[in-house]
T-cell receptor, first 116, second 113 residues
Framework: EAGVAQSPRYKIIEKRQSVAFWCNPISGHATLYWYQQILGQGPKLLIQFQNNGVVDDSQLPKDRFSAERLKGVDSTLKIQPAKLEDSAVYLC??????????????FGPGTRLTVL | AQKVTQAQTEISVVEKEDVTLDCVYETRDTTYYLFWYKQPPSGELVFLIRRNSFDEQNEISGRYSWNFQKSTSSFNFTITASQVVDSAVYFCALGGSARQLTFGSGTQLTVLP
């Protein structure tokens, strides 16, 4: 079974530029999550989708971050404009059924973003 | 509010030693779920185990074992006869009625040859 796919793996941009990340979850998984992991910390949830609806985006900085999950499968996360503090690894995860913390989440390899 | 504490920031052991990673959690939920993930240098979080709060049986999988104690709100992870490939950051996480998984800050394990 294929795992969660993410691209690109690495991205370097200048501050105030825009960037987008792509995620393809495990086939059949209804719930998709985007996390931000700053160096030395645990992952922090940004947004979670169940099918193509948003379940929780309370920690998403909506002035600069946006995410969508069209057709309930792939998802994109965008940052516009980027700030220095956005430098982090962006992890995508998916789970089979329930949104939130009850179902096992499987993670992709992440996208390491460096903002200069 | 949910909280996960991994007090050990870094641990270094020599190959073949046993090592225990500590995890202490706080939650008001009566039903909750505990997880351990491994993050090797490649960056991907690898799922290791999921335990339900109503199942306090300890579990062993090869060189890995987990000790879940509700009385002390702990879910510790032991690697027996450690190997260099075990070097990684290990995260404990807690899920429950809250809409998100709460992660600890991680423990960096280094196994020296």
């Amino acid at each position: 079974e294929a795992g969660v796919a993410q691209s690109p793996r690495y991205k370097i941009i200048e501050k105030r530029q825009s960037v987008a990340f792509w995620c393809n979850p495990i086939s059949g998984h209804a719930t998709l999550y985007w996390y931000q992991q700053i160096l030395g910390q645990g992952p922090k949830l940004l947004i979670q989708f169940q099918n193509n609806g948003v379940v929780d985006d309370s920690q998403l900085p909506k002035d600069r971050f946006s995410a969508e999950r069209l057709k309930g499968v792939d998802s994109t996360l965008k940052i516009q404009p980027a700030k220095l503090e956005d430098s982090a690894v962006y992890l995508c995860a998916s789970s089979a059924r329930l949104a939130g913390g009850r179902d096992t989440q499987y993670f992709g390899p992440g996208t390491r973003l460096t903002v200069l | 509010a949910q909280k996960v504490t991994q007090a050990q920031t870094e641990i270094s052991v020599v190959e073949k030693e046993d090592v225990t990673l500590d995890c202490v959690y706080e939650t008001r939920d009566t039903t909750y779920y505990l997880f351990w993930y491994k993050q090797p240098p490649s960056g991907e979080l690898v799922f290791l185990i999921r335990r339900n709060s109503f199942d306090e049986q300890n579990e062993i999988s090869g060189r890995y074992s987990w000790n879940f104690q509700k009385s002390t709100s702990s879910f510790n992870f032991t690697i027996t006869a450690s190997q260099v490939v075990d070097s990684a950051v290990y995260f404990c996480a807690l899920g429950g009625s809250a809409r998100q998984l709460t992660f600890g800050s991680g423990t960096q394990l280094t196994v020296l040859p």
